[in-house]
Each structure stands twice: as C-alpha cells, then as structure tokens.
C-alpha cells in the first residue's frame, strides 16, 4: 500500500519497533533456552515500546512472534516444551502494530559453532535481501526485486521458496502487492514512490519445495534441508529504497 504523510510517523514507529525488538532479542537467543521463553521476551519488549504483538491471535496463531528452527522455514510456533541447542539456526520474525499501522521484520541466527554451509546459508540469504531491496525503485516491477533475490541465491547453490512470498505492508499487516523471491525481471506490479513493502527471502540449503506440519503453521523443507529467513519492511523511493526496520545485522 502507499504511505501518506498521515500515516508516515506511526508507520515509522510500528517498524522502529519491530526492528529494536528483534536486534535486542539477539543475545536472548542461546543453547538451553526455550522458544516460549523468547517470545515472552519478545511481548515485553514490544509493549515497553508501546507497540502490540502484531501476530498473536492473527488467523488464529497462536504465539506472539515466529520462531523457526533449522528445516522450519517460517510460522513456527513458540514453546515451553522445546529448547534451542548449539549447531541451530534460528529465525526470528517479528511483527508490530503501533495506532492502527503494522512493521514486520525477520533475521535467523546462528547458535554457538555451526556447519560451514550453514555460514555461508546466512550469508548469501543476507546479500539476497540487500539486492532485491536495491530495487526497490519507483518504475521497476516486483518481478526486478523477485529476479535479483533469486538470481543471487541460485548462483550460489541454494534455492528460494516458491510457495511463499513477501508482501505490501501498512495499515494491514499483510496487503497488496505480492513480492515473490523467483520471476523475471521487468515483470509483476510497478512499484511506486511510498509504497511499503516487506520483502523477505527464504532460502533452503537444498531444494525449494516445503510442507505444513500437522500444527497447521509451521512450513518446513521437505528434504530435511535447513533454511534460512530475512526480511526488512521498506519504502519504495524515488531513486533509493528507505528501510525502516533496520533489523538485519550486517
């Protein structure tokens, strides 16, 4: 959706949160803690900032934020009953909502020692999201952001998930336009000045297909491959993208 200049200062804000929450809840992250005890971490963060849990109850989810564990790529739901270990890769998705306006931003980190390709995982996921945020330009097409993202992640080895995709943003949490991380360049809807956008890659260490466990939520490769989730919610500019989560660590 377009920003106006009303909704500027509370969207700014719904999404300051959500980006200092999530970089906050880094040092949380360690072997023997539990899921549960992250998100609870994370509601207290968001509403000392004056923010709600934007996903908590949205189409009936039941956690306050997404955490999702090595094979899960997104959705996953936090627990008293399971406990992050060394070796894992974490991802984290956060969402705000500040008077009426939404920001949304994800980041996965590793915990202690993990595998090489794992590394590199993060890595390549991380310079996938910077260049499909690159353009994100008034005149191009979703199909520019799609195209860079998955071109990057291909020449490096992994794949991107095709049955999700990122997503207009602003007083509703999720909202017109569709931003997929596969598709050819110069196709898709154009991008104008101020519209808002979450644009976030998921990449799978081995192939692209995913499932629905039982839960009804949580996405996971179907190989057993690890995945890997960022995202930052933007506006598009005139000659450069503006990022207003601020949430993805260099």
Same mark, same amino acid.
């Given at each position: 959706? #377009? ?13 300051? #949160? ?17 899921? !549960? ?19 908590? @109850? ?34 984290? %998705? ?9 920001? %949304? ?6 915990? @202690?020692?993990?595998? %090489? ?14 260049? !499909? ?23 490096? !080895? ?7 995709? !990122? ?7 999720? %909202? ?6 596969? @598709? ?62 601020g949430a993805v660590p260099e």
């Amino acid at each position: 959706m #377009i920003i106006t200049t009303r909704e500027r200062d509370d969207f700014s804000r719904a999404c300051t #949160i959500a980006g200092t929450v999530l970089r906050s809840l880094q040092p949380v992250i360690q072997a023997g803690v539990l899921t !549960g005890d992250i998100a609870r971490e994370a509601e207290r963060l968001i509403e000392k900032e004056g923010g709600t849990a934007a996903f908590k @109850g949205y189409r009936g989810f039941p956690g306050t934020i997404c955490i999702s564990l090595n094979e899960e790529v997104v959705h996953g739901i936090p627990s008293k009953q399971r406990t992050v270990k060394e070796g894992d890769l974490v991802s984290l %998705d956060v969402g705000v909502r500040y008077n009426r306006m939404y920001g %949304d931003c994800a980041a996965t980190f590793p915990v @202690g020692r993990i595998r %090489d390709r794992h590394l590199v995982l993060l890595d390549v996921t991380r310079q996938a999201l910077k260049a !499909g945020i690159a353009k994100a330009v008034a005149g191009n097409r979703t199909g520019d952001i799609a195209a860079a993202i998955q071109g990057y992640v291909e020449a490096n !080895g992994f794949s991107v998930v095709r049955d999700l995709a !990122g997503h207009g943003i602003g007083s509703r949490l999720h %909202d017109y336009p569709e931003i997929p991380n596969f @598709g050819m360049a110069g196709r898709g809807d154009l991008l104008v000045e101020n519209m808002a956008l979450a644009v976030e890659p998921m990449v799978n260490e081995l192939a692209y297909p995913v499932k629905v466990l039982s839960d009804g939520w949580t996405i996971v490769t179907r190989d057993g491959g690890y995945s890997c989730h960022f995202e930052e919610t933007i506006l598009v500019g005139r000659e450069q993208p503006l990022i207003l989560t601020g949430a993805v660590p260099e």
